[in-house]
Each structure stands twice: as structure tokens, then as C-alpha cells.
């Protein structure tokens, strides 16, 4: 397991979306143990992300090992709330929200998409993909900041499904 | 050396068309929003809305350069290498037909052409929905021929073949000798490892020191290259921390030669 930064990330986001009250794994001798206040919100939608106290890193980091012990906690987080769903990143690159930097951003918190709109663009080495969402529903949260690093897999959004 | 006419490489290579503008807002967002299948060219004399990365002007005077883009399919697991295949492809194209000697052309990383370190050159790639195996790729080069004044904001940045080789070039026929490259060696657009070794020897670009930012809106910091990813990423050993020598691999951004 790595104990880098951005696993870290991985772990406090996944905490903050999830409805578990404690995460506690342990790996190779290193403990970690994250709890957070029990949510007063209706179970089926998801508490509001603490915002990480560091910044998202700018450089790409190699892609850390995601153990196994997380993918199965990202199993149990997507089965406990059924209607939200991640969009995650295709690719290692860039993340922008809009089209252009004067432009509007693809979508903001709270709009209603269809299956098929585009949401945001990653891009890596001069190649612009337009990422389009594959399911309708509403934008409950944006995980990711214009113009920032993201990782091949990286949740970029939360959509409430319709 | 006579090249084929593009009208026979259309037929040689089964093309689906060519599709000449005289003046148009961005090739590639031409051949986007008409969803133009895979095999189709289209070329301009004038882009009103040439864009590069970060949404920069590509600024090129009517009727004197090369403005394309080549709508390609392609099934590969690797999108973002289709750039240096077409890099390296406009590259072969440039150093096959001048000789410009040591300080000539260079490739830039991820995908600039540059010629007295100047650039002459820039691609673009659009790319509608990366989940599909076979993907559908929109190609945008700009070259610029025949321009010999540039803008105040470029002029440091930017040259064209003219300047250099002091005559002019036939637009058409380096058009033809591009599609026609570009058409005979697309095996190579598969083939990740031989493509990245390629286009490694032909940059040359480890060992030097460069400035790195992610975007427009980020630090420069400086470091060293050393080296390029078999899946096109750059390594730099970051020279910012004091006594802390640190590489990144990056898979965006971009380098500026210091």
C-alpha cells in the first residue's frame, strides 16, 4: 500500500461520500484510521465533501496501487447508495470545465443532464477529450477543479441518477 | 521529385473526400459538428477561429500556409498517442523534402513542430467519446509555409519554411506528401512501442533543461528531461527544491527550451 498523498485523498473522499462513520485499514505494519461526525442527512444522498486541506497536487503522480481492501470498500460505498453514481476519468491528463477558458462550464452543481451531454473535457498531450456523461440525472457534486491533474480513474463527479 | 497529386492519393489511399474551404471558422470544428466520417480531409486557406491549446489564437495569414485536419478512426487503447504519430509524421514529411542541418527542425514534446526554435508547426486532436474501442479522431495540423510577417505577440515564437529557405513551397504538393506519409506508415499509429522509440530519436530531447507549466494559469518551474514514457508521458527531473532532486512524469502541460 501507498501511503501517499493523493491515497490519502482517495480515502478522505471516499469517507466523505460514503455513510460509513470510520474507515480503518491496515497494511504492510501502517495503520490508518479515518472517522468523521455521523451524518444528520437522509441516508440515500450523500454528505458534502470536506474540501481537502491541500491543494490537488500538480503534478501526476504514478498511479498508486489501490489495494484491495479499497476496492472493496468502493463496492460496498456504490451498493449503500444506489443512486449515486461516479463518473470517473478515462485517462490520466487535465481537467477542464469548459470549453474554452472564457466560456461557460459544461455543467455546475445542481443541473439536470441527459445521457450523452458533455460534461467536462480531460486532456493529455494535445488530445481533448470531450467526456460525456452516460447516465441522466442531476449534479450533486463536482469533484475536481478546472484546469487541475487528474488520474486515470479519478472520480470527477457525482450524479444523482433519475 | 514529383509527389501524386492529392486527387490521386484520395483514390490511392480511398479517401472519402477533400473538402477545400476558402475560408472557415476552425477545420476541425467543421468536420466535428458535421460528424464527417473517418478518411475525410479538409482544408482552408483562412481560419477565422484557429485555435490552439488553451484556447490560443492560431494565427495564419489567407492562403499562405497549411490549415488541415484529417478525420481518422482508429482502434486503439492509447489515444493520446495519436499526436506523435502525426507529429512525426508532419516531422518525416518536413526533413525528408529540406535540409535545414543541426539547429533545423525538432519536435517539441508533446507534439510542436519547431524550426530554428521557432515553431512552425502545431497539431491538435479532438477526440468525441474515448469509451468506444474504435475511436474517431479529429486531427488538426497547422503549418506555416509561406508567411513571412507574423504578429507582434508570435513573432519570437513563430517562423515559417519561407523564412528559413528564403522560397516559396507548393502548398498542395506538401499537403499531398503529409496525407500520402501519413496514409503509408499508419501501421506504425498501432504499434506504441516502435512509435514512442521513433519519435524518442528523432526529439532527442533527454538531457534538456526546460521549463515546465501545466497550464496558462500555473507556475513555471525549471528542470531536466529525462526521458519520454512508452505511453508519450515526459519525465522531468524537477530542479526546484534545494538539495531534492525530484522527477515528475506529466501527461499535460507544456516546455519551453532554456
Given at each position: 500500500m501507498k501511503m501517499d498523498l493523493n491515497y490519502?485523498?482517495?480515502?478522505?473522499?471516499?469517507?466523505?461520500?460514503?455513510?460509513?462513520?470510520?474507515?480503518?485499514?491496515?497494511?504492510?505494519?501502517?495503520?490508518?484510521?479515518?472517522?468523521?461526525?455521523?451524518?444528520?442527512?437522509?441516508?440515500?444522498?450523500?454528505?458534502?465533501?470536506?474540501?481537502p486541506a491541500q491543494p490537488v497536487p500538480q503534478q501526476v503522480l504514478t498511479e498508486a496501487e489501490v489495494s484491495k481492501n479499497l476496492i472493496k470498500m468502493q463496492e460496498n460505498i456504490e451498493t449503500k447508495n444506489e443512486n449515486i453514481s461516479e463518473i470517473r476519468s478515462p485517462m490520466v491528463g487535465t481537467y477542464y470545465s469548459s470549453p474554452s477558458p472564457d466560456a461557460e462550464a459544461y455543467v455546475k452543481t445542481g443541473d439536470s443532464i441527459k445521457a450523452g451531454a458533455v460534461i467536462c473535457i480531460i486532456e493529455a498531450m494535445k488530445l481533448m477529450n470531450e467526456i460525456e456523461c452516460e447516465i441522466s440525472g442531476k449534479i450533486v457534486k463536482i469533484l475536481v477543479e478546472n484546469g487541475h491533474a487528474v488520474e486515470y480513474d479519478q472520480p470527477l463527479f457525482l450524479i444523482e441518477k433519475d | 521529385m514529383k509527389t501524386d497529386s492529392l486527387s490521386e492519393i484520395l483514390?490511392?489511399?480511398?479517401?472519402?473526400?477533400?473538402?477545400?474551404?476558402?475560408?472557415?471558422?476552425?477545420?476541425?470544428?467543421?468536420?466535428?459538428?458535421?460528424?464527417?466520417?473517418?478518411?475525410?480531409?479538409?482544408?482552408?486557406?483562412?481560419?477565422?477561429?484557429?485555435?490552439?491549446?488553451?484556447?490560443?489564437?492560431?494565427?495564419?495569414?489567407?492562403?499562405?500556409n497549411i490549415l488541415l485536419t484529417i478525420v481518422k478512426s482508429i482502434r486503439t487503447e492509447n489515444p493520446a498517442l495519436i499526436n506523435f504519430y502525426a507529429s512525426y509524421i508532419v516531422y518525416k514529411t518536413l526533413t525528408d523534402l529540406f535540409t535545414a542541418g543541426d539547429n533545423g527542425f525538432a519536435l517539441k514534446w508533446p507534439n510542436d513542430i519547431l524550426l530554428d526554435g521557432r515553431k512552425i508547426c502545431g497539431i491538435l486532436t479532438e477526440l468525441k467519446n474515448i469509451k468506444t474501442d474504435r475511436k474517431k479522431f479529429y486531427i488538426g495540423i497547422g503549418i506555416n509555409v509561406n508567411q513571412l510577417k507574423f504578429s507582434e505577440s508570435i513573432r519570437n515564437k513563430s517562423t515559417s519554411l519561407v523564412k528559413h529557405f528564403n522560397r516559396k513551397s507548393d502548398i498542395s504538393d506538401l499537403i499531398a506528401r503529409i496525407i500520402k506519409n501519413f496514409c503509408e506508415n499508419i501501421k506504425l499509429a498501432f504499434d506504441y512501442s516502435s512509435l514512442t522509440e521513433i519519435w524518442r530519436k528523432a526529439a532527442k530531447l533527454e538531457g534538456k533543461r526546460v521549463e515546465f507549466r501545466l497550464n496558462d494559469t500555473t507556475e513555471a518551474h525549471s528542470g531536466v528531461i529525462t526521458g519520454i514514457k512508452d505511453d508519450g508521458a515526459i519525465e522531468i527531473e524537477s530542479d526546484t527544491l534545494v538539495g531534492?532532486?525530484?522527477?515528475?512524469?506529466?501527461?499535460?502541460?507544456?516546455?519551453s527550451f532554456i
Open positions: 490519502l485523498k482517495k480515502l478522505i473522499k471516499m469517507l466523505d461520500t460514503s455513510e460509513l462513520a470510520e474507515i480503518e485499514i491496515e497494511e504492510e505494519g501502517t495503520k490508518i484510521r479515518l472517522s468523521k461526525p455521523r451524518p444528520k442527512m437522509v441516508a440515500s444522498l450523500p454528505v458534502q465533501a470536506v474540501q | 483514390i490511392a489511399y480511398n479517401l472519402r473526400a477533400v473538402l477545400y474551404f476558402n475560408s472557415i471558422d476552425s477545420t476541425n470544428k467543421y468536420a466535428r459538428e458535421n460528424n464527417l466520417p473517418s478518411g475525410s480531409l479538409i482544408i482552408a486557406a483562412e481560419q477565422t477561429k484557429g485555435r490552439g491549446r488553451f484556447d490560443r489564437n492560431w494565427e495564419s495569414e489567407k492562403g499562405s531534492v532532486r525530484k522527477k515528475s512524469v506529466y501527461y499535460s502541460g507544456e516546455i
